[in-house]
């Protein structure tokens, strides 16, 4: 539930995913549930492989094919995170 609390807290921002197929999908952070299905609005695609996707505005990515989540550098707080992180291990044990 850390990084399903965490990516509410981005909708809005602008976000790339990087899926596993090497597609990478920048675009505005639209929302986010609990298995991590990100939603994404004013999509734009850097790759020339997948020609049919540079039209493509808005999508939904299904969580298990994301590889990566490239956050905006301004909006990543490393304190609070490890202070979630922490609390969290700690009511697992």
Do not use: W
């Amino acid at each position: 539930m850390l990084f399903y609390s965490y990516f509410k807290t981005l909708v809005g921002k602008e976000v790339t995913v990087e899926l596993k197929n090497d597609l990478s999908i920048t675009g505005t952070l639209h929302s986010v549930d609990q298995y991590l299905n990100i939603k994404l609005s004013a999509t734009r695609v850097a790759s020339d492989k997948f020609p049919h996707m540079m039209t493509v505005r808005n999508c939904f990515v299904r969580g298990s094919v994301v590889r990566y989540v490239l956050l905006p550098a301004g909006s990543v707080d490393v304190e609070l995170l490890h202070d979630a992180t922490r609390r969290e291990a700690r009511a697992a044990a």
